[in-house]
């Protein structure tokens, strides 16, 4: 599948902190939870973003890195949320935990009410639980790990069918009805780690270091960023360890070029086309990352929300850092609730570098 992007010029104003931290606390962000506190002038309290009271009014709304901070500007703690209390003390994160380390054990695929049986607590409460710690249900986390470990008996040099068998799948069929697409590529020809597949690449240095471009005859299928065109080379490598692998400087110089030009500044759009395998909802993620103007920035809890799953922002940190198409998927433009950065796959220095030079520009 392709995906082409193009970032758009905009001159809205940049958002502050407590722009983004009124979003978590709207939200009721429990990501947001830890990061900092807000205080209600007219009760006299401070909570926690996810305090599930009802929310204030914005002018009365003051926030605090620490809750030090709100008790010494003269705030008591909210008896609702407990900000005191440490920022995990989830009672549902014991439960959630067992039950990932059972779905990733357990042959077959137990129903949502064997599962609620086996951790305690009702089907309703745990699928809803565990979509909000983890960010999918517990099927889709179910369905994930079964495709992890047919991929690693692929690659181990397991037959198809007794990789898919082995996973949990039970039989060839359903392997095929649910998870063979996420692969990317055949089962046979990711058992031979992308063997037949032609992917042509080159190097060039750029503001950030050194830049690796690589793409199949459909599109871009990576763009990274690192100190070494060795460290590039071998990454890649390792994502494709059977395909043909070429340097190619000729064939690529044109979307090098486009993606040195958007480094140093010299373009605001960087339009490719991508050729990249992704779930559905890491495409979800990357097309909302996508559509993030130049020179702005959202939160992960914004991005969840954008795509109509606002309890996924874990889910959709996990998406951002597996992009594998650095700048064409601006991933760098998602920052943390506190306001602070966040991580980045290409190291966190060079996003902040691209973030301050997105504001210069504007």
């Not at 397991?158 to 998870?179: K, L, N, P, W």
């Not at 969840?304 to 594998?324: D, F, H, L, M, Q």
Request: proline letters at 5%; aromatic letters at 6%; a positive charge.
């Amino acid at each position: 599948m392709n995906m082409s992007t193009a970032v758009r010029t905009s001159h809205v104003a940049p958002r502050t902190i407590d722009a983004d931290r009124w979003d978590a606390v709207l939200g009721r962000d429990r990501a947001a939870d830890g990061a900092f506190v807000y205080a209600v002038a007219s009760t006299g309290v401070y909570c926690r973003p996810s305090c599930p009271s009802r929310r204030p009014r914005r002018e009365h709304v003051a926030f605090f890195d620490t809750t030090d901070e709100a008790r010494r500007a003269g705030y008591r703690p909210c008896r609702r949320c407990h900000p005191d209390a440490r920022a995990n003390a989830d009672p549902w994160a014991d439960k959630i935990r067992r039950a990932c380390v059972y779905l990733a054990n357990v042959d077959g695929h137990p129903s949502l009410a064997a599962l609620a049986a086996r951790v305690g607590g009702s089907p309703y409460h745990l699928q809803r639980n565990f979509k909000r710690a983890v960010g999918v249900t517990p099927r889709e986390y179910a369905d994930a790990i079964r495709l992890r470990k047919v991929k690693r008996a692929l690659r181990g040099g397991d037959s198809v069918t007794g990789a898919v068998v082995g996973a949990g799948y039970g039989s060839s069929s359903r392997f095929y009805e649910g998870g063979a697409n996420r692969l990317g590529m055949a089962p046979s020809t990711y058992r031979r780690g992308g063997a037949g597949t032609t992917i042509a690449y080159a190097t060039s240095a750029s503001p950030l270091g050194r830049l690796l471009v690589a793409a199949t005859p459909k599109g871009v299928c990576s763009v990274s960023m690192g100190a070494t065109d060795a460290d590039l080379v071998a990454q890649l490598r390792r994502e494709y360890p059977a395909a043909t692998i070429a340097e190619n400087r000729a064939s690529l110089r044109e979307a090098t070029t486009a993606v040195v030009a958007h480094l140093s500044g010299a373009s605001r759009t960087l339009d490719l086309p991508l050729d990249i395998r992704a779930t559905a909802f890491q495409w979800q993620v990357w097309q909302a990352l996508a559509a993030i103007p130049f020179g702005e920035t959202r939160t992960y809890g914004e991005v969840a929300r954008s795509i109509g799953r606002p309890t996924a922002t874990r889910a959709v940190a996990r998406a951002c850092a597996t992009n594998p198409v650095a700048l064409a998927i601006p991933c760098h433009r998602v920052v943390a609730a506190s306001g602070r950065e966040g991580g980045y796959r290409w190291g966190a220095e060079r996003k902040r570098q691209l973030l301050a030079r997105e504001r210069r520009a504007r």
